[in-house]
């Protein structure tokens, strides 16, 4: 195994802190001796990626959730696999090689093809980064990229069988799909499903061709995602059809099959901050694997999290409740004057809530909402503003809050999994807790990114009890305020 780092990382990273090493030995002694599933709980501040790169033997795919990670391989000079809509088509202008005539027939194309170099290169590199939900269809496909590899180490594993539901299953406009289907509409039992995909994908293929050949671009593309979830149905049991009012689901009922075919596939070594034992357990159904939990190199003292229960929201918060959550969360930013701060909101019904009454405070000229398509336009606003408190329910990943960009933030709810959705309905009580343990972890890890930063997490949300007992011990150990 080869841990010159500063190779590996192309000169970014100089040498190993002495606790990735014994991390390093640690997961490649259990890989030499055979382990087909090593899971590793390494809070913030470990250097995960740098890690991963380290023990990655040649064959390895490193597959991560969100698009920031991916940036952060990339930038150590990793070549990253990303999906065909990140591509410009250079035979055909104005449109992506999602769009492009070779996802529709084979095609002899462009040696400068972006799409086609960027696949070449993934494919001929020892090392490649791809995404959790490409890793699910190069695997269903059993591309040349797979093929080759023996390797898995999954980043942001927490992630892992959340995004290989989404890319197995599809979620998409009733009217879109009775095109497709050629009003062949499929049965909910769950049984017979299989049997419906089988007979109806002819269909959809000619379909897709036709809407292709009009010129119908995203309807053709959404036929190529619906043909990719019939062909999976035709191979692994357990799917449900879910018809809405405007959109219609086909999911997997049980996605840890998914995450055990994976598992015939690769070794796995599965990175997170917010893996454990039982998550594994509870959501992939494995019992088998080797387990890894590091202590959390940050000092507990620039990472408090103080528990000040206001109220508990839930579906049947009164108009009261809301006044009472609004009331704690601009005391805390009065608390915090001249600093950022974010303010977690889990649901845009929150967010709403709380934005209407913050915005008759003192404080409302710090606020800025961030919600839906606008969360990217309101985080640049943020970051241009001294003491601005960013608000909303989707800065709990896939954004780092480091240094002065956040110096205190609000969990104004705990994040429950929403059992609306149909992904979710099935969890028995232990996924549940876990999932939800796994999303706050989350969220406390946005504001503290080295050693020398400083983020005090405030926690409103009373229901905080319920959860703090099944707390991995870095975090249980950074609590300061025992209500
Ligand atoms: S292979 Fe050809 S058609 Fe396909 S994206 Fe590349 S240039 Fe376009």
Not at 244 to 259: K, R, Y
Not at 281 to 307: A, K, L, M, S, V
């Amino acid at each position: 195994m080869d841990t010159d780092i500063q190779s590996l990382t192309h000169g970014k990273i100089s040498q190993l802190f002495p606790h990735q090493e014994e991390l390093i030995s640690a997961i490649t002694a259990k890989l030499w001796d055979g382990a087909r599933l090593i899971v590793v709980n390494a809070p913030p501040g470990t250097g995960k990626s740098v890690v991963a790169i380290a023990i990655a033997p040649s064959g390895t795919l490193i597959s991560t959730s969100t698009v920031h990670l991916q940036n952060q391989y990339a930038g150590y000079g990793l070549p990253v696999l990303k999906g065909r809509s990140w591509y410009e088509c250079s035979l055909v202008p104005n449109i992506t090689a999602e769009d492009a005539p070779c996802a529709y027939s084979q095609m002899d194309c462009l040696a400068s093809c972006a799409y086609k170099r960027a696949r070449a290169a993934a494919v001929s590199s020892k090392v490649t980064v791809i995404n959790n939900s490409l890793l699910w269809v190069e695997a269903a496909y059993q591309t040349p990229l797979i093929a080759r590899r023996s390797v898995l180490i999954a980043d942001e594993a927490h992630k892992l069988l959340d995004d290989v539901v989404k890319s197995a299953g599809i979620e998409i406009p009733k009217r879109a799909f009775s095109t497709l289907v050629n009003n062949y509409w499929p049965p909910t039992d769950s049984d017979a499903i299989r049997e419906w995909a089988r007979k109806v994908m002819p269909t959809v293929r000619a379909a897709t061709q036709a809407v292709y050949r009009k010129g119908q671009l995203r309807l053709a593309a959404v036929g190529r995602r619906l043909l990719f979830t019939l062909s999976s149905i035709t191979r692994y049991a357990g799917w449900q059809f879910i018809p809405g009012d405007d959109s219609v689901m086909i999911i997997p009922t049980d996605g840890s099959a998914l995450i055990k075919e994976i598992l015939t596939r690769f070794k796995i070594v599965a990175m997170s901050a917010c893996i454990t034992d039982d998550f594994v357990r509870t959501h992939w159904g494995i019992d088998n694997f080797e387990y890894i939990e590091t202590r959390c190199y940050y000092p507990p003292q620039i990472r408090p999290i103080i528990f000040l229960p206001a109220t508990a929201i839930d579906r049947n918060a009164t108009a009261e409740d809301y006044d009472r959550l609004a009331e704690a969360v601009c005391n805390l930013i009065r608390l915090n004057p001249s600093k950022r701060g974010v303010v977690h909101t889990v649901s845009a019904h929150l967010t709403h809530e709380l934005a209407a009454r913050l915005g008759n405070t003192d404080i409302a000229g710090r606020i800025v909402i961030g919600i839906g398509k606008e969360r990217i336009k309101a985080f640049s606003r943020f970051t241009a503003i001294p003491d601005a408190v960013l608000v909303g329910p989707s800065f709990s990943e896939g954004v780092d809050f480091a240094g002065d960009l956040a110096r205190f933030q609000v969990v104004a709810k705990i994040p429950f999994p929403d059992k609306t959705d149909p992904r979710i309905a099935h969890y028995s009580h232990g996924q549940y807790m876990s999932a939800t343990i796994s999303a706050f972890i989350q969220m406390y890890g946005r504001g503290v990114r080295s050693p020398d930063d400083f983020c005090v997490t405030y926690v409103v949300d009373s229901n905080f009890r319920m959860i703090r007992r099944f707390l991995p011990e870095w975090v249980k150990e950074a609590v300061v305020s025992h209500q």
